[in-house]
């Protein structure tokens, strides 16, 4: 049974950190890119960044490029998303997810979610 558990989120102020972890089982992890995408109240899920299998290639929402980093560790089969210079409208669910593709940027055909951590950025 695949399962995908994301922790490492809580409150913080704008400006702020944060580190989400992502721990992966039951599936050949360094097999999968692996993703991370968010949502926020009342909005769609939306891409927020990916990772090749190898960890060679990263991919990024605009919105988030040059203040997140998504990294990989396929030793420990985990997956995380350095959140730096926080801001209000980062506030969501941040889930992680797997895919065989190469560079998976859509929500449409992840093959595998977790069930999400809250990340909340006061002003």
């Known amino acids: 049974q695949v399962q995908l558990v994301e922790s490492g989120g809580g409150l913080v102020q704008a400006g702020g950190s944060l580190r989400l972890s992502c721990a992966a089982s039951?599936?050949?992890?360094?097999?999968?890119?692996m993703a991370w995408f968010r949502q926020a109240p009342g909005k769609e899920r939306e891409f927020v960044a990916s990772?090749?299998?190898?960890?060679?290639?990263?991919y990024y929402a605009d919105s988030v490029k040059g203040r997140f980093t998504i990294s990989r560790d396929n030793a420990k089969k985990t997956v995380y998303l350095q959140l730096n210079s926080l801001k209000p409208e980062d506030t969501a669910v941040y889930y992680c997810?797997?895919?065989?593709?190469?560079?998976?940027?859509?929500?449409?055909?992840?093959?595998?979610w977790g069930k999400g951590t809250l990340v909340t950025v006061s002003s």
């Open positions: 997810a797997a895919d065989t593709r190469i560079a998976p940027t859509s929500v449409t055909g992840m093959d595998y």
């Open positions: 039951g599936l050949s992890f360094s097999r999968y890119s």
């Open positions: 990772i090749s299998w190898i960890g060679d290639h990263t």
